[in-house]
């Protein structure tokens, strides 16, 4: 069965940080490119930060540069994402999924809250 399983979600005070971890199951996980994608409550998806599939490359998001960091280690099938300087407005359900525009296999989710 292919499955991402996403952890690392909390709360947190503004100008704090987290890490979430992705651990895929199922299929080759260094074929694929990874992306973390974003819910804010009540609004739409938005892509956060993504890598090759050899690490080789990153990309992230405009609001995002200088503060998240994202990271795989295909040895152990798992994805991260450093989050510092965290603010109110990353309150979100993060997700990863497979790809980088196009994301077919998503993971269920793991909520941060970034408040006082």
């Known amino acids: 069965e292919v499955q991402l399983v996403e952890s690392g979600g909390g709360w947190v005070q503004p100008g704090g940080s987290l890490r979430l971890s992705c651990a895929a199951s199922?299929?080759?996980?260094?074929?694929?490119?990874m992306s973390w994608v974003r819910q804010a409550p009540g609004k739409g998806l938005e892509w956060v930060s993504g890598?090759?599939?050899?690490?080789?490359?990153?990309y992230y998001a405009e609001s995002m540069k200088g503060r998240f960091t994202i990271s795989r280690d295909n040895a152990k099938n798992t994805l991260d994402l450093q989050m510092d300087s965290l603010k109110s407005e990353d309150t979100a359900v993060y997700y990863c999924?497979?790809?980088?525009?196009?994301?077919?296999?998503w993971g269920q989710g793991t909520l941060v809250t970034v408040s006082s």
């Open positions: 890598i090759r599939s050899n690490g080789g490359r990153t």
């Open positions: 199922g299929f080759t996980f260094d074929d694929y490119a």
């Open positions: 999924a497979t790809g980088l525009t196009y994301f077919a296999v």
